[in-house]
Protein backbone atom coordinates (compact mmCIF):
# COMPACT_ATOMS: atom_id res chain seq x y z
CA UNK A 1 0.00 0.00 0.00
CA UNK A 2 1.52 3.06 -1.00
CA UNK A 3 1.30 6.25 1.05
CA UNK A 4 -0.77 8.51 -0.97
CA UNK A 5 -3.45 5.07 -0.06
CA UNK A 6 -2.59 4.92 3.66
CA UNK A 7 -3.43 8.67 3.81
CA UNK A 8 -6.56 9.12 1.84
CA UNK A 9 -9.47 9.51 4.15
CA UNK A 10 -7.39 10.25 7.28
CA UNK A 11 -6.82 13.27 9.35
CA UNK A 12 -3.45 13.60 8.64
CA UNK A 13 -3.65 13.19 4.86
CA UNK A 14 -6.82 16.26 5.13
CA UNK A 15 -4.69 18.36 6.93
CA UNK A 16 -1.77 17.68 4.02
CA UNK A 17 -4.28 18.75 1.47
CA UNK A 18 -5.36 21.58 2.61
CA UNK A 19 -1.63 22.64 3.51
CA UNK A 20 -0.52 22.07 0.31
CA UNK A 21 -3.73 23.63 -1.60
CA UNK A 22 -3.26 26.67 1.00
CA UNK A 23 0.63 26.98 -0.02
CA UNK A 24 -0.14 26.72 -3.79
CA UNK A 25 -2.93 29.56 -3.00
CA UNK A 26 -0.10 31.89 -1.64
CA UNK A 27 2.71 31.30 -3.75
CA UNK A 28 -0.08 32.00 -6.62
CA UNK A 29 -0.67 35.26 -4.77
CA UNK A 30 3.09 36.13 -4.11
CA UNK A 31 3.72 35.68 -8.06
CA UNK A 32 0.85 37.43 -9.10
CA UNK A 33 1.64 40.62 -6.81
CA UNK A 34 5.01 40.15 -8.06
CA UNK A 35 4.46 40.47 -11.75
CA UNK A 36 2.35 43.48 -11.35
CA UNK A 37 4.67 45.08 -9.11
CA UNK A 38 7.36 44.04 -12.39
CA UNK A 39 4.57 45.65 -14.50
CA UNK A 40 4.50 48.55 -12.98
CA UNK A 41 8.14 49.24 -12.44
CA UNK A 42 8.63 48.47 -16.27
CA UNK A 43 5.49 51.34 -17.37
CA UNK A 44 7.05 53.67 -14.72
CA UNK A 45 10.84 52.84 -16.31
CA UNK A 46 9.23 53.13 -19.93
CA UNK A 47 7.10 56.03 -19.30
CA UNK A 48 10.22 57.93 -17.85
CA UNK A 49 12.25 56.74 -20.78
CA UNK A 50 10.11 57.77 -23.21
CA UNK A 51 9.89 61.18 -21.77
CA UNK A 52 13.36 61.61 -21.55
CA UNK A 53 13.85 60.72 -25.68
CA UNK A 54 11.52 63.03 -26.63
CA UNK A 55 13.31 65.98 -24.79
CA UNK A 56 16.74 64.36 -26.56
CA UNK A 57 15.44 63.88 -29.78
CA UNK A 58 14.83 67.86 -31.38
CA UNK A 59 18.58 68.38 -29.27
CA UNK A 60 20.46 65.64 -31.22
CA UNK A 61 18.12 67.09 -34.66
CA UNK A 62 19.23 70.95 -33.94
CA UNK A 63 22.90 69.44 -33.18
CA UNK A 64 22.92 67.76 -37.20
CA UNK A 65 21.68 64.33 -36.27
CA UNK A 66 18.48 62.79 -37.60
CA UNK A 67 16.81 59.92 -35.46
CA UNK A 68 15.53 57.42 -37.55
CA UNK A 69 14.86 54.04 -35.01
CA UNK A 70 13.61 53.85 -31.39
CA UNK A 71 14.59 50.61 -29.55
CA UNK A 72 13.19 48.62 -26.70
CA UNK A 73 15.02 46.25 -25.72
CA UNK A 74 13.73 43.19 -22.78
CA UNK A 75 15.97 43.07 -20.17
CA UNK A 76 16.21 43.71 -16.41
CA UNK A 77 16.15 46.61 -16.31
CA UNK A 78 14.68 47.31 -19.26
CA UNK A 79 16.16 50.05 -21.80
CA UNK A 80 15.42 51.91 -24.33
CA UNK A 81 17.31 53.99 -26.94
CA UNK A 82 17.39 55.79 -30.42
CA UNK A 83 19.82 55.68 -33.48
CA UNK A 84 21.11 58.61 -35.25
CA UNK A 85 23.04 59.18 -37.58
CA UNK A 86 24.70 63.16 -38.86
CA UNK A 87 22.41 65.16 -41.34
CA UNK A 88 23.49 69.03 -42.75
CA UNK A 89 21.97 72.04 -41.47
CA UNK A 90 22.46 71.46 -37.90
CA UNK A 91 23.39 74.04 -35.78
CA UNK A 92 26.00 71.80 -34.10
CA UNK A 93 26.29 69.76 -30.56
CA UNK A 94 28.90 72.48 -29.01
CA UNK A 95 25.91 75.52 -29.87
CA UNK A 96 22.73 72.93 -28.49
CA UNK A 97 25.28 72.31 -25.00
CA UNK A 98 25.96 75.91 -24.65
CA UNK A 99 22.46 76.64 -23.87
CA UNK A 100 20.91 76.47 -20.58
CA UNK A 101 18.60 74.40 -18.82
CA UNK A 102 19.69 71.30 -20.15
CA UNK A 103 19.63 67.81 -17.94
CA UNK A 104 22.88 66.44 -16.62
CA UNK A 105 21.70 63.44 -18.87
CA UNK A 106 21.28 65.05 -21.46
CA UNK A 107 24.54 67.43 -21.59
CA UNK A 108 26.45 64.12 -21.08
CA UNK A 109 24.92 62.17 -23.66
CA UNK A 110 25.40 65.24 -25.86
CA UNK A 111 29.42 65.27 -25.16
CA UNK A 112 29.49 61.43 -25.79
CA UNK A 113 27.60 61.86 -29.65
CA UNK A 114 30.50 64.82 -29.90
CA UNK A 115 33.73 62.89 -28.12
CA UNK A 116 32.76 59.68 -30.71
CA UNK A 117 32.59 61.94 -34.14
CA UNK A 118 36.04 63.28 -32.75
CA UNK A 119 37.38 60.34 -33.90
CA UNK A 120 36.24 60.30 -37.39
CA UNK A 121 39.52 62.38 -38.62
CA UNK A 122 41.63 58.85 -37.33
CA UNK A 123 38.61 56.88 -38.57
CA UNK A 124 38.83 58.43 -42.60
CA UNK A 125 42.49 57.77 -42.07
CA UNK A 126 41.91 54.03 -42.08
CA UNK A 127 38.95 54.08 -44.49
CA UNK A 128 36.36 53.79 -42.04
CA UNK A 129 33.65 56.68 -41.53
CA UNK A 130 31.24 56.79 -38.44
CA UNK A 131 27.85 55.58 -40.06
CA UNK A 132 25.39 55.77 -36.90
CA UNK A 133 25.17 56.16 -32.95
CA UNK A 134 23.19 53.74 -30.99
CA UNK A 135 22.67 55.76 -28.42
CA UNK A 136 21.09 53.57 -24.89
CA UNK A 137 19.14 54.75 -22.22
CA UNK A 138 19.61 52.44 -19.58
CA UNK A 139 21.45 51.90 -15.93
CA UNK A 140 24.17 53.21 -17.47
CA UNK A 141 23.60 54.95 -20.76
CA UNK A 142 25.78 53.63 -23.85
CA UNK A 143 26.67 54.47 -26.79
CA UNK A 144 27.89 52.42 -29.95
CA UNK A 145 28.98 53.88 -32.96
CA UNK A 146 28.55 51.73 -36.29
CA UNK A 147 31.63 52.47 -38.42
CA UNK A 148 31.66 51.94 -42.22
CA UNK A 149 33.63 51.75 -45.42
CA UNK A 150 34.35 55.36 -46.02
Known amino acids: MSIKDRLAGSKLGEK??????DAVERATAATTALGAFG???????LAKALEE????????????FRVFD???????????GVEVEPIEGGIGLEAVMAREGLTKS????LQAVRQIYELEGQLREH????????????APPKLRAHIRDA
Open 127 to 138: GQSIWKIHITLG
Open 106 to 109: QTAL
Open 16 to 21: LVEASA
Open 39 to 45: REKAEGT
Open 53 to 64: LAALKPLLNEGG
Open 70 to 80: TLITASIPPSF
